[in-house]
């Protein structure tokens, strides 16, 4: 069988033919295609059958590999008249319309990029770095644009930092399947407006849940764009203000704390903060001496212990009853970080509770950001907030690959 016929199956070509296959230098084989005369050509913009006109200069595609060799693909395309759109350059069936390689080369390019980084896949397929970029810029934009949106009605909303001094990308995602909806830069009330602005009216009005934290941008804008959506204020993040809080009173212990007391103290932070179950033995050891001794934060200690409790309750009222007895308890106290807690939970009770009815959280979305950690760790070096979504979106947003 001749390397030529392979080729031109391949290619799928119909009205071209494959007139030579040479080896050049530096380990690439060459294969020169030209026109079968008498048989019309496509318009690159409509695709109909056009008239003939003039060539274009030579021009080349890289492809995949033939004999463990890079294969290139060598055509001056022509220019055609098209009855609707006028003189246009001719559709290939090899190549997207101004791709530098072929659509067999970009469909293993971008199905591979979601696995290495950018730079590892060019080194894979010996093609420059920026070839890559536009392959999967390629590819995120046909996805984007003819992936089906299906009707999402628990959405949650999370922000990931993408460079330090505070530089955030906000993701919103369909909590249900998993699935990436859209990326906007910064975490302010203009982020939330564009994406309920792409999102449409009669999509909003579907959300029954928006799972969130308890910034207030998120807040306001998601109470005016969607009003019939109950808020959820994401069980994770109420725990982190939690922790944030009993360890602002360990601090102020050891700043106060005499010289027997900071050795005790020393290296405790985590202790505090983590779930004892997953202390290890000689930790646990450790936080049960330090609970016989007696200092206010033990005492903090052992009121975020029983708040725990509240995520165990299955009906709103009691789980309002048993609230309401813990906050008393806390402004009982003179932990003030721990009073600023309660004065939080008051302040967003209906949204805390409103897990005890719905049972969502955002834990599908924090457990997603440890992948797009890693997308955005094998993207080192992508400083632009365009090339980094273009990277989450390729990995996370579950988008269709163009046909080969």
Not at 52 to 63: I, N, Q, T
Not at 174 to 194: F, H, N, P, Y
């Amino acid at each position: 069988m001749r390397i030529s016929y392979l080729i031109r199956k391949a290619l799928h070509l119909q009205v071209h033919r494959v007139v030579r296959v040479r080896e050049v230098a530096g380990g690439k084989i060459e294969a020169y295609l030209e026109r079968i005369r008498g048989r019309r050509l496509e318009c690159g913009k409509c695709g109909k059958k056009a008239r003939y006109r003039d060539r274009r200069p030579m021009r080349r595609w890289r492809d995949l590999f033939l004999l463990k060799q890079p294969l290139v693909i060598v055509y001056a395309p022509c220019r055609v008249c098209c009855e609707s759109c006028g003189i246009h350059v001719e559709k290939v069936p090899w190549a997207a319309p101004r791709a530098r390689v072929t659509k067999a080369l970009a469909h293993e390019i971008a199905v591979w990029t979601r696995r290495l980084s950018w730079k590892d896949a060019a080194e894979l397929f010996r093609v420059n770095w920026k070839t890559v970029m536009a392959v999967v810029k390629g590819v995120v934009e046909w996805g984007l644009k003819h992936r089906k949106l299906k009707t999402v009605h628990e959405m949650g909303m999370d922000e990931v930092s993408r460079k330090k001094g505070h530089k955030y990308l906000t993701l919103f995602w369909d909590l249900k399947r998993k699935v990436l909806l859209w990326i906007g830069e910064d975490r302010t009330e203009a982020t939330v407006e564009g994406f309920f602005k792409w999102w449409g009216k009669r999509r909003a009005r579907s959300l029954r849940a928006v799972c969130l934290d308890m910034w207030r941008p998120y807040v306001k804008v998601v109470k005016a764009k969607a009003t019939q959506a109950v808020l959820v204020f994401d069980r994770f993040h109420v725990v982190r203000h939690l922790n944030e809080a009993i360890d602002e009173i360990r601090r102020k212990v050891m700043a106060q704390a005499k010289a027997p007391w900071v050795s005790l103290l020393k290296g405790t932070k985590y202790l505090w903060i983590t779930n004892p179950w997953n202390l290890r033995q000689d930790k646990r050891l450790q936080l049960q001496a330090l609970l016989k001794l007696n200092l206010p934060l033990v005492k903090a200690y052992i009121l975020k212990e029983a708040f725990r409790r509240l995520w165990e309750y299955t009906y709103r009222g009691a789980a309002a009853k048993w609230l309401a007895g813990w906050l008393r308890s806390v402004k009982r106290t003179k932990l003030e970080p721990l009073k600023k807690f309660a004065a939080m939970v008051e302040k967003h009770w209906d949204g805390i509770l409103a897990w005890v009815d719905l049972g969502i959280n955002n834990g599908v979305v924090e457990g997603m950001n440890n992948k797009i950690g890693l997308v955005k760790r094998r993207a080192f070096g992508l400083r632009k907030p365009e090339n980094q979504k273009l990277a989450i979106y390729h990995c996370c947003a579950n988008l269709p690959l163009p046909p080969v």
